[in-house]
């Protein structure tokens, strides 16, 4: 054999050795195997929830089943690091929120990620608005009512969050900028607590999501005065706009995630499912029952939607010192 036959047959060899695991890769139909999604925040909290929701209809339109694990941890931030580290094969997916995206690089000294390096948008689920509630022994009834009496009185009123740098937290600094008035911030590890002193008197203004507020407002155990998004669950509550807070419209945003190194073509294959789901009629009510508005958009508007929020939220949080318990 000639040096020139055998110099061919080494190529040759190399390159079926380097193109194999390639070419049995792509021959193997995706999904093959459970997709799992990591949720980072505990199990029965609002992100698992709507997750859960739409994990059944996603798992019916990838063909295999779709499971959720939980990691909890400094505010979600622990299972995105996970998630984010985990083998970019397609079959790990993160729930990322606002907040774990969005905020957490301004706030946690040491993320174990970098939302726009490490993660890439696969796409959107839903979003939620912020409600305004306040003490029913707050003499106020309206958001007009409420800011006069807070200019009255500069920082008289106590209003929680459910954490340094949450969503919660930012959303209700960013009222203060637009308006003008001055509150003290007092945060707490969750809304359950906040919420409980807001109900017995301890702090008289909290910002929060709509479906954990909705029983305690029907129940006249906490007033609400406005929010930032029509939603179903308050029909008759105006928005933020429409009582003449211009230019406040904050939102905490569902999506879907994977490392960045996932093939795009399994992105896509993701996100085609993802997008087919949320056209399901009964998810779609049962995510409005949530009060969570159904969302989509494609990767890349996902993404500006991410750049444009790190922007907002991260430099509010720089603004007022906003750093992790």
Same mark, same amino acid.
């Given at each position: 054999?000639?040096?020139?036959?055998?110099?061919?047959?080494?190529?040759?060899? %190399?390159?079926? /050795?380097?193109?194999?695991?390639? =070419? &049995?890769?792509?021959?193997?139909? *995706? !999904?093959?195997? @459970?997709?799992?999604?990591?949720?980072?925040?505990?199990?029965?909290?609002?992100?698992?929830?709507?997750?859960?929701?739409?994990?059944?209809?996603?798992?019916?339109?990838?063909?295999?089943?779709?499971?959720?694990?939980?990691?909890?941890?400094?505010?979600?931030?622990?299972?995105?690091?996970?998630?984010?580290?985990?083998?970019?094969?397609?079959? %790990?997916?993160? /729930?990322?929120?606002?907040?774990? =995206? &969005?905020?957490?690089?301004?706030? *946690? !000294?040491?993320? @174990?990620?970098?939302?726009?390096?490490?993660?890439?948008?696969?796409?959107?689920?839903?979003?939620?608005?912020?409600?305004?509630?306040?003490?029913?022994?707050?003499?106020?009834?309206?958001?007009?009512?409420?800011?006069?009496?807070?200019?009255?009185?500069?920082?008289?009123?106590?209003?929680?969050?459910?954490?340094?740098?949450?969503?919660?937290?930012?959303?209700?600094?960013?009222?203060?900028?637009?308006?003008?008035?001055?509150?003290?911030?007092? !945060?707490?590890?969750?809304?359950?607590?906040?919420?409980?002193?807001?109900?017995?008197?301890?702090?008289?203004?909290?910002?929060?999501?709509?479906?954990?507020?909705?029983?305690?407002?029907?129940?006249?155990?906490?007033?609400?005065?406005?929010?930032?998004?029509?939603?179903?669950?308050?029909?008759?509550?105006?928005?933020?706009?429409?009582?003449?807070?211009?230019?406040?419209?904050?939102?905490?945003?569902?999506?879907?995630?994977?490392?960045?190194?996932?093939?795009?073509?399994?992105?896509?294959?993701?996100?085609?499912?993802?997008?087919?789901?949320?056209?399901?009629?009964?998810?779609?009510?049962?995510?409005?029952?949530?009060?969570?508005?159904?969302?989509?958009?494609?990767?890349?508007?996902?993404?500006?939607?991410?750049?444009?929020?790190?922007?907002?939220?991260?430099?509010?949080?720089?603004?007022?010192?906003?750093?992790?318990?």
């Amino acid at each position: 054999m000639t040096s020139r036959t055998l110099r061919r047959t080494w190529l040759a060899a %190399t390159a079926a /050795a380097l193109l194999g695991p390639a =070419i &049995a890769w792509s021959a193997t139909p *995706y !999904p093959a195997k @459970p997709v799992t999604i990591v949720v980072p925040f505990p199990a029965g909290g609002g992100t698992d929830v709507i997750f859960r929701s739409v994990q059944v209809r996603l798992q019916a339109e990838l063909g295999v089943p779709v499971i959720i694990d939980n990691r909890a941890g400094a505010g979600g931030t622990v299972g995105t690091g996970y998630g984010a580290k985990a083998p970019a094969d397609g079959y %790990t997916l993160v /729930a990322a929120t606002t907040t774990t =995206i &969005a905020s957490a690089q301004a706030v *946690y !000294p040491k993320l @174990p990620y970098d939302p726009l390096a490490d993660l890439t948008p696969v796409g959107t689920i839903g979003s939620t608005p912020f409600v305004l509630v306040v003490t029913p022994a707050l003499p106020v009834r309206t958001l007009a009512e409420f800011i006069a009496h807070a200019k009255r009185h500069p920082g008289a009123l106590n209003y929680g969050s459910i954490g340094n740098g949450t969503s919660s937290h930012l959303a209700a600094e960013l009222f203060k900028q637009r308006t003008g008035i001055e509150m003290t911030h007092i !945060p707490y590890r969750g809304a359950a607590p906040a919420q409980s002193d807001l109900m017995g008197g301890q702090i008289q203004v909290l910002f929060d999501n709509p479906t954990a507020l909705v029983p305690q407002v029907r129940a006249g155990r906490m007033r609400a005065l406005a929010i930032s998004e029509p939603s179903a669950v308050f029909q008759d509550l105006p928005t933020f706009e429409a009582s003449g807070v211009k230019d406040f419209k904050p939102a905490l945003w569902y999506g879907l995630m994977a490392p960045a190194a996932t093939p795009a073509e399994l992105v896509l294959r993701v996100r085609t499912a993802l997008d087919r789901a949320l056209q399901d009629r009964a998810l779609r009510a049962d995510m409005l029952a949530k009060g969570v508005a159904p969302l989509t958009l494609s990767p890349a508007q996902f993404a500006a939607q991410i750049k444009a929020d790190i922007a907002l939220w991260g430099g509010i949080a720089r603004s007022v010192n906003a750093k992790a318990d």
